[in-house]
């Protein structure tokens, strides 16, 4: 019983002392690296420009991305000159078939939303980029699109807006 301590006492010793070392950034649970000196961030409205457009789309992508900023990491949110932004567009917004039966009719299709984001830390212009972020799901085409495409859309948004959180503030 008491080696097991002895190796717990080891294991946490090693634990504190590796996350003491850790003094060029802020970490969090969240997996967020930012520094010190960024304190607040602005997402500009993400523009539709896909050549099918669905309506709420732009609204839902740039409040998703502003609540898990908000969420996630200690920055707050400032219109006029933020540590750090996010800007772009939504490129594509198109649903094709997938899964071609023997009769030539479609047994899934697939919904993919690609969006162009631009991302400035004028903190540190080295984590800048500028980068097309693709994502997508398939569904039954037995389905009717629209009674789905809601809750298609927030599963693609919530792995895009997971996508540029993770290149822009995760820096693992």
């Known amino acids: 019983m008491t080696y097991?301590?002895?190796?717990l006492k080891v294991i946490l010793l090693a634990i504190i002392t590796i996350t003491s070392s850790l003094n060029c950034g802020i970490y969090s649970f969240s997996g967020t690296s930012i520094t010190e000196d960024t304190k607040s961030f602005y997402v500009h409205y993400i523009k539709n420009t896909a050549n099918l457009?669905?309506?709420?789309?732009?609204?839902?992508?740039?409040?998703?991305?502003?609540t898990k900023c908000l969420n996630e990491t200690n920055l707050t949110w400032q219109e006029e000159n933020p540590?750090?932004?996010?800007s772009g567009t939504i490129k594509n917004y198109s649903i094709q078939p997938m899964s071609i039966q023997n009769n030539e009719t479609a047994a899934q299709n697939r919904l993919t939303i690609e969006v162009e984001i631009t991302?400035?830390?004028?903190?540190d212009n080295s984590q800048n980029f500028n980068q097309i972020f693709k994502q997508y799901t398939d569904f039954e085409s037995s389905q009717n699109f629209s009674n789905i495409?809601?809750?298609?859309?927030?599963?693609?948004?919530e792995n895009l807006i997971d996508d540029i959180f993770n290149k822009s503030l995760v820096n693992w």
Do not use: G, H
């Open 119 to 123: 991302y400035s830390n004028q903190i």
């Open 4 to 7: 097991n301590l002895k190796i």
């Open 53 to 66: 457009i669905q309506p709420t789309l732009s609204n839902n992508f740039t409040e998703t991305l502003k």
């Open 149 to 157: 495409e809601e809750e298609l859309n927030n599963i693609i948004i």
């Open 83 to 86: 540590d750090i932004s996010f």
